[in-house]
């Protein structure tokens, strides 16, 4: 399970995050950027499926030059994660999480610094996870497949048995989908534009609420117990 979209309501923290991208370009620019210029700039990047649309709008302004945009890129980010200290939940997961681990084995899968534990283990919700090694644990991020192989290696469950929820096609869905794990995309946050790219990019399931997510599993539980189905059957 990732950790923005499923557990973390990150809708709240859009406004912040933006907030510091355009002071900090405009630090570097030496103007001010209209917020609808950079709006329409993340949404052109999250079209055309940029990894990162934070680090894509910093090189849409601060190209070609790679050092700096960098440089402005681990500024943002310190910025965002020291000025936020307690998390907003998503909606429903202090419910669900605890109602899912009584029937499955729970994992993080997010691409998250170190320092975000603190604050996931005061939201009370980390007792439920198996497994809370982020990204920076494991040495790897997010789309690397090594990454969710590694996740279903510390819960000794191999992929064709695991299920990624997730927000991101590109990061949460198209790994897992060509390991065989199934997959269920939380449709929520600025991702939430995208379409597939190719098949691999479609998810096993969508969901708009996390709270829909246990009556999925439920519904792939009882078709598994009439029959054995491959991803390719799921409707």
């Known amino acids: 399970m990732d950790v923005g979209g499923p557990i973390v309501d990150e809708t709240a923290y859009y406004v912040h995050d933006m907030r510091i991208i355009r002071e900090v370009l405009s ?85 998250q610094p170190v320092s975000m534990k603190a604050r996931l283990e005061r939201t009370g919700l980390m007792k439920y996870f198996e497994s809370t090694l982020l990204s920076d644990d494991i040495g790897l991020h997010k789309p690397d497949a090594r990454f969710f192989m590694a996740v279903c290696e510390r819960i000794g469950i191999p992929p064709v048995e695991c299920c990624m929820v997730g927000d991101r096609l590109g990061y949460d869905i198209y790994p897992p989908n060509v390991l065989g794990m199934r997959t269920v995309w939380l449709r929520v946050g600025p991702h939430a534009i995208q379409c597939p790219r190719v098949p691999e990019d479609v998810p096993d399931a969508i969901i708009t609420h996390l709270t829909d997510l246990p009556a999925v599993l439920e519904k792939w539980e009882q078709d598994m117990g009439n029959k054995q189905i491959g991803k390719d059957q799921i409707q």
Do not use: M
């Open 27 to 111: 630090g570097e620019l030496g103007r001010e950027i209209d917020d609808r210029e950079i709006e329409s700039v993340r949404d052109s990047a999250l079209s055309a499926w940029a990894p990162s649309f934070t680090k894509a709008i910093l090189w849409h302004y601060l190209q070609p030059d790679a050092e700096r945009t960098q440089a402005a890129y681990k500024d943002v980010i310190y910025r965002i994660f020291s000025g936020c200290e307690d998390l907003i939940l998503t909606p429903g997961a202090k419910e669900v999480i605890p109602a899912l681990a009584k029937k499955y084995t729970l994992a993080l899968a997010a691409n």
